[in-house]
């Protein structure tokens, strides 16, 4: 129960404060979609990918479960505001395990 609309509006506050521009951006269909998919949504869900906590699978490929949506949220924001770029897979190929001891 965190008051998300509250910290919208302080965010953008502040992010206008210094000229720069707060765009909130759906983020359905992130996690659950492949990069290398044509687009992000619900045509292209494949949910049995997410073998395990915090990996992507997509055939031979592994990919971190977090980049992937990172990467899909933004290729989303970049087809819904009309901006055409061309972006990279390349990093999200080779995620890094950490084991850290709790």
């Known amino acids: 129960s965190l008051p998300y609309n509250r910290i919208y509006i302080m965010l953008e506050y502040k ?6 521009r707060f765009v909130k951006q759906e983020e359905s269909y992130t996690s ?4 290398l ?17 915090g990996s ?3 055939g031979n490929r592994v990919y971190n479960a977090d980049a992937v949506g990172a ?15 061309e972006l990279s897979v390349t990093g999200l190929k080779t995620p ?7």
Do not use: F, M, T, W
């Open 96 to 102: 890094e395990i950490i084991k850290v001891a709790v």
């Open 32 to 35: 659950q979609c492949s990069p």
């Open 56 to 58: 992507y699978r997509d």
């Open 71 to 85: 990467y899909n949220i933004l290729r989303k924001y970049h087809s819904v505001s009309g901006v055409k770029k």
């Open 37 to 53: 998919s044509p687009e992000v949504g619900k045509r292209y869900v494949e949910p049995s990918n997410r073998k395990e906590r």
């Open 15 to 20: 992010l206008k404060r210094y000229g720069i």
